[in-house]
């Protein structure tokens, strides 16, 4: 068994990584924690049988243990990433970082030089490129059955709900205090088009705003809290009905810290951020953003995000030749519409998927268990997001937003400072070797 501490018993530590773990034959172990709020690392110790000498409250205490674990899962809010991941290193352990790598460009390089100085392993949870569904994608497109690509269109729907929850009142919710959303919600698309076209990326263009979850988009006589709200019977945003209710898990029972109760969930409506009216909160990340990558060839591919939608999910739309490709991932459907040249015949063919129910299509599974078997020394699955692959998608991100700052300026990327996205050795920037 590979033994793993989890830092962060959060979303994604407790309720994705730990729960994985226990389901399936992952080939996993989890023997410690490390988590700062009491009552969260508690119900941790519990679930996973967590012994109290490998329940840390910082990770100073977890880095003053004698070594018990093989690698070290980072699951924290996105600002501690860099400190939290060099800290580790240094440690001499391997790492699995949860995505961002940080929320600055100069950090996200310095991790680079932090990996080559301690000869760890950094590995970013970029699981979508271990989704069956854009695996798939990626194994059309290098099929050349349908000639070449000609242009690629993905879109983040967000959905209405999770915008609101996530990013008005919610911890991503201000670039002064996390990054900008194009990094957070979005540095999984920015790594999954590089890496399904092949190519280098020479230029990136980007446009978008806040326009929707605004103060002065209010309804007149709303209040600044929900509880106070003479509309709350007929807004969709009501915090109290959205939270207070017999919902298990997220988003609805992370609003107040373990264990969940309606009282807690009420309380924390009525006192904390998430019983804010979402017109009248301190947000200011994008709730719409455009951004356009050219690659060598010429080719184009762009990256729709869009807070306003019903449902939480990703589209694609890939041009070729001689054929169309679209597909949903949290539906599971993908399709292929191939030209028939007449206006009245259609030639679809869908193709078969894994039922895989979850936000990210099987990749959180999918990552697991190529890690363990690269761990063990090999096996027939590749890791595919090393810290050398997936920065790329930050850095196009930063740039990105540049852009967006500058009305959509065209900047372009140098060769020298791009990575080849196929090359996991190809360097950005300054570091060691």
Same mark, same amino acid.
């Given at each position: 068994?590979?033994?793993?501490?989890?830092?962060?018993?959060?979303?994604?530590?407790?309720?994705?990584?730990?729960?994985?773990?226990?389901?399936?034959?992952?080939?996993?172990?989890? +023997?410690?924690?490390?988590?700062?709020?009491?009552?969260?690392?508690?119900?941790?110790?519990?679930?996973?049988? =967590?012994?109290?000498?490998?329940?840390?409250?910082?990770?100073?205490?977890?880095?003053?243990?004698?070594?018990?674990?093989?690698?070290?899962?980072? %699951?924290?809010?996105?600002?501690?990433?860099?400190?939290?991941?060099?800290?580790?290193?240094?440690?001499?352990? #391997?790492?699995?970082?949860?995505?961002?790598?940080?929320? /600055?460009? @100069?950090?996200?390089?310095?991790?680079?030089?932090?990996?080559?100085?301690?000869?760890?392993?950094?590995?970013?949870?970029?699981?979508?490129?271990?989704?069956?569904?854009?695996?798939?994608?990626?194994?059309?497109?290098?099929?050349?059955?349908?000639?070449?690509?000609?242009?690629?269109?993905?879109?983040?729907?967000?959905?209405?709900?999770?915008?609101?929850?996530?990013?008005?009142?919610?911890?991503?919710?201000?670039?002064?205090? %996390?990054? @900008?959303?194009?990094?957070?919600?979005?540095?999984?698309?920015? #790594?999954? !088009?590089?890496?399904?076209?092949?190519?280098? =990326?020479?230029?990136?263009?980007?446009?978008?705003?806040?326009?929707?979850?605004?103060?002065?988009?209010?309804?007149?006589?709303?209040?600044?809290? %929900?509880?106070?709200?003479?509309?709350? *019977?007929?807004?969709?945003?009501?915090?109290?009905?959205?939270?207070?209710?017999?919902?298990?898990?997220?988003?609805?029972?992370?609003?107040?810290?373990? @264990?969940?109760?309606?009282?807690?969930?009420?309380?924390?409506?009525?006192?904390?951020?998430?019983?804010?009216?979402?017109?009248?909160?301190?947000?200011? +990340?994008?709730?719409?953003?455009?951004?356009?990558?050219?690659?060598?060839?010429?080719?184009?591919?762009?990256?729709?995000?869009?807070?306003?939608?019903?449902?939480?999910?990703?589209?694609?739309? +890939?041009?070729?030749?001689?054929?169309?490709?679209?597909?949903?991932?949290?539906?599971?459907?993908?399709?292929?519409?191939?030209?028939?040249?007449?206006?009245? =015949?259609?030639?679809?063919?869908?193709?078969?998927?894994?039922? !895989?129910?979850?936000?990210?299509?099987?990749? #959180?599974?999918?990552?697991?268990?190529?890690?363990?078997?690269? !761990?063990?020394?090999?096996?027939?699955?590749?890791? !595919?997001?090393?810290?050398?692959?997936?920065?790329?998608?930050?850095?196009? *991100?930063?740039?990105?937003?540049?852009?967006?700052?500058? /009305? *959509?300026?065209?900047?372009?990327?140098?060769?020298?400072? =791009?990575?080849?996205?196929?090359?996991?050795? *190809?360097?950005?920037?300054?570091?060691?070797?």
């Amino acid at each position: 068994m590979i033994r793993v501490v989890i830092v962060g018993a959060g979303a994604r530590g407790n309720r994705v990584f730990a729960d994985l773990i226990a389901r399936y034959d992952t080939g996993f172990e989890v +023997v410690g924690v490390v988590e700062p709020v009491e009552a969260k690392r508690r119900a941790f110790q519990q679930r996973c049988r =967590v012994p109290d000498t490998r329940a840390h409250a910082s990770i100073e205490a977890f880095l003053d243990t004698p070594r018990y674990a093989d690698i070290v899962f980072i %699951c924290t809010l996105d600002p501690t990433h860099y400190e939290l991941c060099r800290a580790v290193s240094q440690g001499g352990y #391997d790492v699995l970082l949860e995505k961002p790598i940080a929320t /600055n460009l @100069p950090d996200c390089l310095a991790l680079l030089d932090v990996e080559a100085q301690c000869r760890n392993r950094i590995l970013v949870a970029h699981v979508l490129r271990y989704a069956p569904f854009f695996q798939t994608v990626k194994a059309i497109i290098g099929s050349g059955r349908f000639g070449a690509v000609r242009d690629i269109q993905l879109a983040e729907h967000i959905g209405h709900w999770h915008y609101a929850h996530s990013y008005v009142r919610g911890s991503w919710n201000r670039v002064d205090r %996390c990054a @900008p959303i194009i990094l957070t919600k979005c540095s999984h698309d920015l #790594d999954l !088009l590089p890496w399904l076209v092949g190519e280098r =990326v020479t230029a990136v263009a980007s446009t978008g705003g806040l326009t929707s979850f605004r103060r002065e988009n209010a309804p007149p006589g709303s209040a600044e809290r %929900c509880v106070d709200c003479g509309l709350a *019977a007929t807004c969709i945003y009501d915090a109290t009905r959205f939270y207070v209710n017999d919902r298990a898990g997220w988003p609805h029972d992370v609003i107040a810290p373990p @264990p969940d109760s309606i009282e807690a969930r009420r309380d924390a409506v009525a006192t904390g951020p998430y019983g804010r009216c979402v017109w009248r909160c301190d947000n200011d +990340v994008c709730d719409h953003q455009t951004v356009t990558l050219e690659f060598a060839s010429g080719l184009h591919a762009t990256l729709g995000m869009h807070a306003n939608t019903a449902d939480n999910s990703r589209r694609i739309t +890939v041009l070729f030749d001689e054929a169309e490709v679209t597909g949903e991932l949290y539906r599971h459907q993908l399709s292929v519409s191939k030209f028939t040249g007449m206006p009245d =015949v259609e030639d679809i063919e869908v193709v078969p998927l894994p039922d !895989l129910r979850d936000r990210h299509g099987g990749g #959180d599974l999918g990552l697991l268990l190529a890690l363990r078997d690269s !761990l063990n020394g090999g096996g027939d699955r590749e890791i !595919l997001t090393s810290l050398r692959s997936s920065v790329l998608s930050h850095v196009l *991100a930063f740039l990105a937003e540049d852009s967006r700052g500058a /009305n *959509a300026v065209k900047i372009p990327l140098s060769e020298s400072f =791009v990575p080849d996205p196929l090359l996991d050795g *190809a360097r950005i920037g300054g570091g060691a070797d």
